[in-house]
């Protein structure tokens, strides 16, 4: 069976440096563009690039990638981003999507004062999506009465074209998160658990929703399993620490780190294809998928099957890694 789908990259992380250049963050979004991928998803955090000076530069350098860029409510007010929305997608004629975020790491939280909990900040973010959606939808005062947000004939003459407004991710899988996508999503997203686990938890509760699904994960797929586990466990080693940091993550307020991490604890490999490697090596959030092309294409098809529509890969960096992954997603494709 052929499925439709959307495939999302990772732009590159970290602070400037040779391998996070203006020339390499341009050279990875031409090739993902050039592999049909849809968009690359740009990361918010103290640390990185900022992820609209990421988005501007994956644009200059391509016609019709899309940058999925990380909105954090705490960063900039609701009009500032709205503003950033509409000068990118009017100045490029091109539409710009957003991952709506609310902040994981507790560290960078306490920096900004931030004392929200889990549950408040996803009711934050939903009501600073509706105020950009008001500014994005019409050039008229837009008038607001919230919790957390507060405007009186507020005019930013941002209004974009139906065509060009952002498609908006919340990720999650909590019921805070569940209720954001329900309020301003357009995609449910989550690092999904195993398809059986996953159907139960994810998709069962959300039946009948209009949002579509999305799922963030990575493919290590070669020829043969055996080339596969052998990449998969050369490229992500874990240690002492490592273990024990995936032990605390068990008693995280975030909904998703607690089942992967228990998933984690309970065994690595799970229906031969889904190992959680990556994560206790604390190299990622998102589980792979390692096998031959046939067999991860065959575990994915899984996740298809049950109504996913936005593929969020992780990893996928190099050429090489682009035609192994195509490899995978041609076959789910024809």
Request: net charge neutral; no cysteine; aromatic share 8%.
């Amino acid at each position: 069976m052929a499925y439709t789908f959307d495939v999302y990259g990772t732009a590159l992380p970290g602070r400037p440096s040779e391998q996070n250049s203006l020339a390499s963050i341009g050279a990875l979004a031409q090739r993902a563009e050039r592999f049909g991928y849809e968009g690359l998803l740009v990361f918010y955090n103290h640390e990185n690039l900022d992820p609209w000076v990421v988005s501007a530069a994956m644009t200059q350098h391509t016609k019709t990638l899309v940058p999925l860029v990380a909105v954090q409510p705490y960063a900039m007010p609701p009009y500032t981003a709205a503003k950033l929305i509409h000068g990118m997608a009017s100045l490029y004629e091109r539409r710009l999507d957003v991952n709506l975020i609310t902040g994981g790491i507790k560290g960078e939280l306490d920096q900004v004062g931030d004392r929200a909990d889990h549950d408040e900040r996803y009711e934050r973010a939903a009501e600073y999506m509706t105020v950009v959606r008001a500014l994005l939808d019409s050039d008229g005062p837009v008038d607001h009465e919230g919790r957390h947000y507060r405007f009186r004939g507020l005019r930013t003459f941002s209004r974009l074209p139906a065509a060009l407004r952002p498609r908006v991710f919340v990720a999650g899988s909590s019921k805070a998160s569940l209720a954001a996508v329900g309020s301003v999503g357009d995609v449910a997203v989550t690092h999904p658990e195993p398809t059986a686990a996953f159907a139960e938890t994810f998709v069962a509760p959300r039946l009948g929703d209009p949002q579509a699904l999305g799922i963030r994960v990575g493919l290590v797929a070669r020829r043969t399993d055996e080339e596969a586990w052998a990449e998969a466990r050369g490229r992500y080693v874990g240690d002492r620490r490592s273990r024990a940091m995936t032990a605390m993550k068990t008693r995280s307020e975030s909904d998703w780190n607690r089942r992967i991490a228990a998933l984690a604890m309970s065994g690595d490999t799970h229906d031969d294809v889904y190992w959680t490697g990556a994560y206790q090596a604390e190299k990622g959030l998102m589980p792979l998928l390692v096998g031959s092309y046939d067999r991860v294409a065959e575990y994915l098809e899984g996740y298809l099957s049950l109504g996913v529509s936005k593929l969020l890969l992780g990893g996928v960096l190099s050429e090489s890694d682009f035609h192994h992954n195509d490899a995978v997603l041609s076959r789910l494709r024809s």
